[in-house]
């Protein structure tokens, strides 16, 4: 006692050291699930603090609790029958969005867009060309969902596949044609701690551009400030691109439903190609997690992935929008991230992003 009193600084340090060990391996299945950790180089303190530089501040274990609960509760209340409400018939793009598992954004997301459901006629075998829809003022050829995401997959963070793999087929017939690296000098990545990877473990940088960020979503992309670059925006006014290559979505998962990241998608695709109208943009697949981080995880799976992959490959026209998926180069017969090719799960270890660019050079557009 005579020591505490004699050192009360020392204790608080030691409490607020206890408090944050605590957050830190509370936030390991959540908030800071993207963190890379080695408990044999680095204390689990350092988790948190590797958080709080991505902007992920230990409170939000307790706001992303708050709002889940809420949600569950909301879903529980029962109707004037006595039985659990249904969902309402505006569809699920009317929930409200809980926080997101790895990059909270404070502010709602925007309404999705709507499109009617298909003719009850339509077969899935007719889709690539049944479900075209030529809307004026955006791309030709883009397709229409099959269905909207249900109530449950939204509450429980399934990222509903409502698109089918039409998208996913009509990209996979165009002919790539094989390239060198100069055909990147006039390409600019955009995209999260992936496409961190790919700039730092291999030599495009010294032909490309990259806007990449740990952490970054498809929410936050136009409005971040890349450190010696400035926007997307004004890095597309300042130099002529040729190709633009977009990686996004793994941070997304968990957040809302295949509705809202499609639509926040679609609207930075089209952000991108109206601000550099005469070049290809090719719009990648999210890459998959591991066997062990699929079967462990309900959010950061590669179900979830590949709904959301499905949805966004039916973006390309193979004209100017092109979808190109790495996971051919990456993954193992089972579909998942190769285990050997990954440290923890999500990431390539440091050789592998040269899969990754081998896998560029086969996928170029003449």
């Excluded at 050829?141 to 995401?149: A, D, F, V």
């Excluded at 600019?188 to 010294?206: H, K, M, N, P």
Aim: one cysteine or more; charged letters at 25%; aromatic letters at 10%.
């Amino acid at each position: 006692m005579k020591f505490i009193k004699k050192s009360p600084l020392f204790l608080i340090l030691l409490l607020t050291g206890i408090l944050f060990t605590l957050a830190a391996a509370a936030g390991r299945s959540s908030i800071y699930a993207e963190q890379e950790y080695d408990i044999l180089k680095a204390p689990l303190l350092s988790v948190l603090f590797a958080g709080i530089n991505d902007d992920l501040y230990p409170w939000q274990l307790f706001e992303r609790d708050a709002v889940e609960t809420a949600a569950l509760k909301e879903a529980a209340e029962p109707g004037d029958n006595g039985e659990e409400e249904p969902p309402k018939e505006d569809g699920p793009g009317s929930f409200e969005d809980p926080e997101p598992e790895i990059t909270p954004e404070p502010a709602r997301m925007p309404e999705p867009v709507r499109t009617p459901e298909p003719a009850p006629t339509a077969s899935p075998a007719a889709l690539p060309s049944a479900a075209l829809t030529q809307t004026p003022g955006i791309p030709e050829g883009r397709l229409e969902p099959l269905r909207e995401s249900t109530r449950e997959e939204y509450l429980n963070h399934i990222s509903a596949d409502i698109y089918g793999d039409a998208g996913v087929l009509r990209a996979a017939s165009f002919a790539f044609s094989r390239v060198d690296e100069s055909y990147f000098d006039d390409a600019l990545f955009i995209g999260d701690s992936r496409t961190v990877g790919l700039r730092d473990y291999t030599d495009l940088a010294e032909h490309a551009d990259f806007l990449c960020e740990t952490s970054l979503t498809v929410y936050k992309v136009m409005e971040e400030s890349f450190k010696g670059y400035g926007t997307v925006e004004q890095v597309l006014a300042a130099k002529d691109y040729g190709k633009i290559y977009l990686m996004v979505g793994i941070n997304e998962l968990g957040r809302g439903t295949t509705e809202d990241f499609m639509a926040k998608y679609t609207e930075v695709v089209d952000a991108l190609h109206e601000l550099a109208p005469d070049a290809v943009i090719f719009i990648q697949g999210i890459m998959r997690v591991s066997g062990t981080k699929n079967d462990s995880d309900a959010i950061f799976n590669n179900g979830n992935i590949n709904a959301r992959n499905n949805a966004i490959a039916t973006l390309a026209d193979n004209k100017q929008f092109f979808y190109i998926d790495v996971n051919e180069a990456v993954c193992d017969e089972a579909g998942n991230l190769t285990a050997d090719y990954t440290h923890d799960q999500i990431h390539l270890l440091g050789m592998y992003n040269e899969l990754w660019k081998e896998f560029l050079l086969e996928h170029g557009v003449a």
